[in-house]
């Protein structure tokens, strides 16, 4: 026969687990993260219900924005159903991983969300969409309160997590769903360190001998300089852990998209000042043009380039670059327009020292750098790759 103390410690642990499960059936939300998940997708968080934080970021395309590219759509469709924004909404992956936007001890710009870094940290990035008057289109915080509170179980995640006041606060509860939010995007689905270049790092997989040479160029001080703007490293140094990006500001003479202007309505004298049009950094003319460098990771699988979208081809992004480096006639025709390269938006300020480096590419390398890209695609997104 079992000793009481056993039994009774037997009965204590199966009611204790009995307990838990009840919570768990009764709250639909057992953490901040799933309830930040919940949140990401509601459409209701909108004007009209039609969009949510996923409609422009979507799990299956790598949290970019994939709907219509085949027709060009390089920007946005709002809730409204009629508004366009003028940027190309970037990938929320690995975009946890941005520092907050600050100077450095060089005085130069770096970090932050959105691609002028006016968002500070991933918690104000996800407070700008839902009161854009041309995405989420909401009016104010008092509105999107309203919304929550029309659902039972997120009354229920909110006063367990944030407070049995939060609800009663309009501000206080669009802050903690952002804070939700912001919680989710920082869970491992979005920043997984998987890829086919992790997996090379770890010793699980070989490149092709086109990927080790699109590698070692893209490393490389003597033929393209990539990594003076897209580390090879994350912020504590490993190769591990980096996200191919420096989070710093540069002019590389990107060409307005017409094609997005046309859509959204834009005055023909418009111009897009980049950095300079965030708040913190009051229009200083010599930040204008500047924009974040992006995080490389997926970027096979998110296109269309640029903080415009104005390229709709990652090769078409390489020979963009090399024209500052080749003297070849053709590697000034953009290949997607056969066209010249379009001038700049803005032209004053643009970073030729760290574009003017190296020789002109041929064909097999700007390939080479093409195929290394494509091993920055996260494991569950590689049958993306090709479509």
Avoid at 237 to 264: C, H, L, Q
Avoid at 298 to 315: C, E, K, Q, S, W
Wanted: charged letters at 30%.
């Amino acid at each position: 026969m079992r000793p009481a103390y056993l039994i009774a410690g037997s009965i204590s642990l199966v009611l204790a687990l009995a307990g838990g499960l009840g919570l768990a059936e009764t709250n639909l939300y057992p953490t901040r993260e799933k309830l930040g998940e919940a949140l990401f997708h509601d459409t209701n968080l909108s004007m009209n219900r039609k969009q949510a934080c996923a409609t422009c970021h979507m799990p299956e395309r790598a949290f970019s924005d994939r709907h219509d590219v085949h027709k060009g759509n390089a920007v946005s469709l709002g809730d409204d159903g009629k508004s366009f924004g003028d940027r190309n909404a970037p990938t929320a992956t690995y975009a946890a991983l941005s520092p907050p936007f600050q100077k450095n001890a060089e005085g130069l710009y770096l970090g932050g969300q959105f691609w002028d870094g006016r968002a500070r940290t991933l918690e104000e990035q996800a407070a700008g969409p839902p009161l854009n008057p041309i995405e989420m289109g909401m009016p104010d915080d008092k509105a999107i309160a309203e919304r929550i509170v029309e659902n039972k179980d997120y009354v229920k995640a909110f006063e367990a997590f944030y407070g049995p006041d939060v609800i009663k606060d309009p501000k206080k509860t669009f802050h903690a769903a952002t804070e939700a939010i912001a919680s989710f995007e920082r869970t491992k689905s979005f920043s997984p360190f998987d890829s086919k270049y992790d997996r090379y790092l770890r010793g699980e997989e070989k490149f092709t001998e086109q990927e080790e040479l699109g590698r070692t160029l893209f490393f490389s001080t003597q033929f393209t300089n990539c990594n003076l703007c897209h580390d090879v490293k994350g912020r504590d140094g490993k190769f591990e852990t980096a996200t191919f990006t420096s989070y710093k500001y540069f002019n590389i003479g990107v060409p307005a998209n017409p094609d997005a202007r046309k859509m959204n309505g834009s005055k023909p004298d418009f111009v897009d000042s980049g950095l300079a049009a965030n708040p913190e950094v009051n229009g200083d003319p010599k930040e204008r043009g500047k924009f974040k460098t992006p995080s490389l990771r997926n970027i096979a699988v998110t296109g269309p380039y640029m903080h415009n979208g104005v390229f709709n081809d990652l090769r078409t992004v390489i020979l963009f670059y090399n024209k500052y480096n080749s003297k070849k006639k053709s590697r000034q025709i953009n290949p997607e327009t056969g066209q010249r390269w379009a001038d700049p938006e803005v032209a004053d300020n643009i970073d030729k020292e760290k574009l003017e480096t190296g020789p002109g590419l041929d064909d097999k390398r700007v390939d080479a750098l093409v195929a290394f890209l494509k091993t920055l695609t996260d494991k569950r997104y590689e049958p993306l790759l090709g479509k």
